[in-house]
Structure formats: structure tokens, C-alpha cells
């Protein structure tokens, strides 16, 4: 679908169109702060690492999103339900935010504690993330940023509804507080980089996200599939920006089977 952007905040504003924007925070604030009492994560740094009963059969990362300026992990701690329910051990990286740190630094900040993860636990390796987190997914899978004993473990990248190509967000208003210049916005984006060989790609968005979304995901996916990697576009039909993660929280959703591979 062609079309034609007038204004670039627009673009990527979120919660100016689906409704009730305003009641997701407050409600995915309580359902973590549940999770954890139920689940008391181990320290990770920035960030939590929730472990399963019984030995883990793996490691699932998830990455917040939030614009690189939002968020921290305790706001989505619900969503390792679907892992541990699968016997999988989750790692939620924390990050520095902008202004006060640059986008290629918070990449490697979420590779080191990617690391500090895999160090403790065995295994397959899954990554995954939303919005910018899934941009920083993204990025772990390109050569130089994981080092190449933990990235030789990734099993599957998914990166849900990623930021690929940095480029457009320049014209925006978060740019006074992002300050990508066109450098680092060329070398910070996934899609104009290449990804490390023999890790299957799938990038997932909702069917009711911002066009611009759509299209972030399709460009990842083609632009990888370009040279070679095995990649895929899923479309989740009827999901928003805000609800298409959901089902990290089930290990029987198509979300969860595509990322682990879980059969039950």
C-alpha cells in the first residue's frame, strides 16, 4: 500500500489512534508488579532475569520499546509468563534512555547484559522485543555486537513491531531528544545492515498498527531476505501497537510457537 506522509509525528504517534490509549500503562503496571510477586526475578543489571521451574530448557530475551526515551523493564514483567510457562528462563534487559545516552550505546548495553544472561543460563537463545526494543533485537543478530559464542546460541530473532531503518525519525520531533544525525541513524539501522547468517527472522506486527510500522517490519524482512537469510513478515491481524504483545504472555500463542518453537 502506497501512501503518502505529511507529518512525521503523526507517523509515529502511538496512542493518538487506539482507543483508550491512556488505561494501558496503568494496567500493565499492576499485571507486572504481580508477576514479580509471584515470580521475584534475579538482578540483571539494568534489568531482570525470571527463572522457571526446573532447570530452564533456554534463554528468551525480551527488549522494551518506549521510543529509546521511555519505560524501564518493570513495566513488562508479565509478559516472561509465557516463557517460563514453557520451561524457559527471561531475560529483560534495562538501558540507559535519551538524552542521556546515544542509541549505539544503549545497543551495547543490551548485548552486554544479553551476555550476562546467557552466562548464567544454558541452552537455545530467543530474541525478541517491541518497538525500539525491537529495533535492538534486531540489532543484536548484526555482526560485532554479540560476541560470537553467546550469538552462535541464537535460535530465533522476533523482532515485534521494530524501528529498522532510523532514517524518517529525524524529521521528528523526538529527534531533539534522540539527536541521531545521519550517521549514526545509518549505522544504527537494521535494515541497512546485515544479519548474522543462519538465524531465522520474523518480524511481527499488528494488522491495525501506523502504517509506518507495517512498513519497518516488511522492510527488515526483505531487505534481510535480500541477502540471503531466512526471514518472514507476519502480520497479526486486528492488533494495535499496544496489544500485539500479549501473547508473550501465553506459551501457546503463534507469537510464543514462532519465537521457542513450543509444542506443548
Known sequence: MLYQITDWDDAYANGAHIPHADTYVPRWTEAAAAFR?????QDLGRGHLFLPEGDPRGLMVFIHGGYWMRFDP???SHLAGGALAAGWACAMPGYPLAPDARIADMTCIVA?????AAGRIVGPIALTGH????????RMICPGVLSETVAARVTACVPISPLTDLRPLMRTAMNDTLRLDAAEAALESPALLEPRTGIPVTTWVGGAERPEFIRHARLLANAWAGLG???ECVIDPGRHHFDVIEGLADPASPLMRRLLGYSG
Do not use: V
Request: no cysteine; charged share 10%; hydrophobic share 50%.
Open 37 to 41: 510477586a509471584a515470580h521475584p526475578p
Open 74 to 76: 518493570t513495566l513488562w
Open 112 to 116: 552486554e547484559q544479553i551476555a550476562e
Open 131 to 138: 518497538s525500539a526494543g525491537g529495533h535492538l533485537a534486531a
Open 229 to 231: 537469510a531466512a526471514t
